[in-house]
């Protein structure tokens, strides 16, 4: 049982690829968003689990954190092939956000010698906005509001995430909001 935590990331790490074969193969749109929701599920209660085990530790957040990059870069790959309309219409979003991602791991490796785990409250709206988000694109075949909407809290959480990794002197996980990052720098807590 104190494996299921870990099982339950690697099932998102089986699911990214899943979606995009099964996108390129031209699976049903239900087929796709019941793929979406099994990952989103896997990802609620993969963190829930760890903490009632109490196997929630630094290494599960971190394999959590990779593997969910991993996951919707594979299910934003998929989306932009089988449906380009998502590109032409939020490529500047999709390219500053990724940007960001990008610009922050690299921030982190050279800072902390690896990427950083926050978190956030502005990650988990995001994860949510990123399931209804790609959801919507796969059963309408168009981005709509919650698209936008996604875009404006990725955004938003990679500036967040930037700014808690320039204040904190070290390397830390868990941490709620960029208030709780200047409260652990005013602490001096390493």
Known sequence: MKRAPAILVALRAVLGPAIVAACLGGASR?????MLAAAFLSDIFDGVLARRLGVATERLRLADSGVDIFFYL???GACLAAYPTVWREHRVGILLVAGLEAGR???DLAKYGRIASYHMASAKLWGILL???????FLRGAPGVLFTSMIAVGLYN???????SLLLPAWHHDVP??????????????
Request: glycine share 12%.
């Open 30 to 34: 239900y087929w796709m968003v019941g």
């Open 74 to 76: 594979c299910v934003a």
């Open 105 to 107: 791991w690299g921030f």
């Open 131 to 137: 399931f209804l988000a790609f959801g919507e694109v």
């Open 158 to 164: 990679e500036v967040e995430g930037l700014l808690a």
């Open 177 to 190: 909001t960029l208030w709780h990052a200047w409260l652990l720098r005013r602490a001096g807590r390493p």
